[in-house]
């Protein structure tokens, strides 16, 4: 029998980037929000709200994506 291999989609790997950034910015959010610089609209929080954004995204894409296995 010829085994046939699956590749695994481009997006799994966005997926991975997008949560790997997502976690990042949302980390550094999370210290901008305890140590606090004078910036415009720094109220909002902006990077927290982006990184759990582009968390929820990447993983939504790594869960969609996942390589299956091929017998």
Same mark, same amino acid.
Request: hydrophobic share 60%; proline share 4%.
């Given at each position: ?13 966005? &997926? !991975?980037?997008?949560? #790997? ?8 959010? =999370?210290?901008?929000? *305890? ?11 902006? &990077? !927290?709200?982006?990184? #759990? ?8 894409? =790594?869960?969609?994506? *996942? ?5």
């Amino acid at each position: 029998m010829i085994s046939q291999k699956k590749m695994i989609p481009v997006w799994f790997f966005v &997926g !991975i980037l997008l949560t #790997i950034y997502g976690l990042v910015v949302f980390i550094s959010g =999370i210290y901008w929000f *305890v140590r606090p610089i004078n910036i415009v609209a720094g109220y909002l929080h902006a &990077g !927290i709200w982006w990184g #759990i954004l582009m968390t929820i995204f990447g993983l939504f894409f =790594i869960i969609k994506n *996942v390589p299956k296995k091929v017998e």
